[in-house]
């Protein structure tokens, strides 16, 4: 008897595992935010990269070392293994709710109750569920997202499911002294009509660290009513925690505001822990997707600052270190720009807020894209600007002019960083 022997040989190009739908096909393109945490992830792997680029906020010993207490003292007390041990419901860990809105009645007079508030794996999942729940196709119609302001922040540019979610209006420049500009909405020119489904800022702003002003805040607000749509307020950086907020402005939140806030930046970005505050029919409506795409949010970041609170220790920690802390290191880096860079097309973000600097090279020679590409050669870490005009037709000449920059690294690597971006554009501008 002869053997034979068939061998099937597959060109693995032909052959498609990944027959995507529409939706997968949607997520499968590199986005900006994946470059961001790519970058992030390289320039860790490699020694000697000074990583002025990511978000990932400073470890601050005096902070890390109030964690470590809180910690310890939940470990002692067997709080720590139980919420490790057991789901919370949806809504997320119910005393830690309780406890945050007896917070912000007794701070800030708010009409609240646990029932305005979830928790869910960090502010990008609150932007995907929120986004996709108020704009996309809605019968007959399409509604979208309005940002009244950009530069935005860049994780909002890709969390729609269907394309073309976003729409944004140009912010207006005020130019300052000392070679500082200021971005402002531009409300003569804002065009809100039905089309319109939700409407979003950050406070500060991530990239420029722009602060919204409590009247226009209130602008804002009335827009939205008469419109009858929410106003959603992205507040990672803001006031009362982390405070990373330089100006003196009031926390905002009414009936139809949602209010997002986190604890990463507060120190504690591997907790993955978001909170939603809204009315109740928007809570309840936010519980049920979380418990259908994830069943339960992770309960350590909360327990973790529900002690805190119960302490008393909130806001003392915010105000006393964290604060300060970026506030410092914010007019450092300043000072060492102004230093090394002696080119009156430097331009420099007032720095009202958040953990990064928008810096805008007015004049320069090449697209701040390309410019990004030999500092990564250099060794240096920065994120290009036009990643962070969501819902703009094209990219503009202003947003291939910017960087974002990070201030949080140590003293040492933010001199070396401004000092490698300062020669590379002496030899280009």
């Known amino acids: 008897m002869v053997s034979v022997i068939v061998i099937l040989v597959v060109d693995i190009n032909e052959t498609n595992i990944m027959n995507l739908s529409d939706f997968g096909e949607r997520f499968q393109g590199y986005s900006g935010i994946t470059h961001l945490m790519d970058d992030l992830a390289e320039g860790l792997a490699q020694p000697g990269t000074v990583m002025l680029g990511g978000g990932n906020p400073a470890a601050i010993p005096e902070v890390m070392s109030v964690f470590e207490t809180v910690i310890a003292r939940l470990v ?26 007896e917070f912000f009645r007794q701070q800030y007079g708010w009409k609240i109750t646990g029932n305005n508030i979830a928790l869910t794996h960090g502010s990008q ?21 309005l940002i009244p302001l ?5 994780g909002y540019c890709d969390v729609g499911i269907e ?13 300052l002294q000392d070679g500082f500009f200021k971005y402002q909405v531009d409300f003569d020119n804002l065009k809100v009509d039905d089309t319109v489904g939700l409407i979003c800022v950050s406070r500060p702003t991530n990239p420029s660290g722009n602060v919204l002003t409590d009247d226009e805040c209130r602008q804002l607000d009335k827009i939205a009513r008469d419109q009858k749509v929410p106003l959603l307020v992205d507040n990672a950086y803001g006031t009362p925690f982390p405070n990373i907020i330089f100006n003196e402005v009031n926390p905002f939140w009414n009936e139809n505001c949602i209010v997002c806030m986190s604890l990463s930046k507060l120190g504690l970005p591997g907790a993955r822990t ?18 259908i795409t994830s069943l339960a949010p992770s309960g350590l970041g909360a327990e973790i600052v529900n002690q805190l609170i119960t302490d008393n220790a909130l806001l003392p920690l915010c105000h006393d270190l964290i604060q300060p802390f970026y ?36 004049g320069l020679n090449l697209t701040t894209s390309e410019l990004y590409q030999r500092l990564k050669q250099k060794g240096l870490l920065v994120v290009p600007g036009k990643y962070f005009f969501p819902g703009q037709d094209s990219v503009t000449d202003h947003a291939e002019s910017c960087v974002r920059m990070n201030y949080v690294q140590s003293e040492q690597e933010l001199a070396k960083g401004i000092e490698i ?9």
């Open 76 to 101: 002692k007390s067997g709080k720590l293994l139980d919420t490790l041990a057991n789901y919370d419901g949806p809504q997320g860990k119910t005393v830690f709710l309780e406890t945050l809105a």
């Open 274 to 291: 978001g909170i939603v505050i809204a009315n109740e029919e928007v809570i309840r409506y936010f519980s049920n997707m979380t418990a």
């Open 163 to 175: 394309d073309g979610l976003i729409t944004s209006q140009e912010a207006r420049i005020v130019h």
């Open 150 to 154: 950009v530069p935005e922040y860049i």
């Open 327 to 362: 506030r410092r290191r914010s007019e450092l880096a300043v000072h060492l720009l102004r230093e090394a860079i002696d080119n009156p097309g430097l331009h420099i973000h007032k720095p009202e807020g958040s953990i990064f600097l928008w810096l805008w090279f007015d």
């Open 125 to 145: 999942s609150s932007f995907y569920i929120l986004f996709n729940s108020f704009a996309g196709k809605a019968g007959s119609r399409q509604k979208r997202v």
């Open 421 to 429: 971006l300062a020669r590379e554009l002496n030899a280009c501008w």
